[in-house]
């Protein structure tokens, strides 16, 4: 499983983290800020409810990963 974070945004006033967890042809996006997954193509509920329960379980180091992108680097070098 292939774990990419999004650096930290803004949205409608709000600082919120986005966490795509891949596998094969499996896709799903978790918002940190309240621990639920907004999108899934392919993995079942059981594997949902797995992804949810490890966004909440590691929520500093996926906090420290996303302070740590330079937006600007990823960019460029992207």
Do not use: H, P, W
Request: with cysteine.
């Amino acid at each position: 499983m292939n774990m990419s974070v999004s650096s930290i945004v803004s949205k409608d006033g709000k600082r919120e983290i986005y966490v795509l967890f891949t596998e094969g042809s499996c896709s799903a996006e978790g918002r940190l800020s309240d621990y639920k997954m907004i999108s899934n193509k392919g993995f079942t509920k059981e594997e949902m409810d797995i992804l949810e329960a490890y966004m909440r379980r590691e929520t500093e180091r996926i906090l420290q990963m996303a302070k740590n992108i330079n937006v600007m680097d990823a960019f460029l070098n992207g």
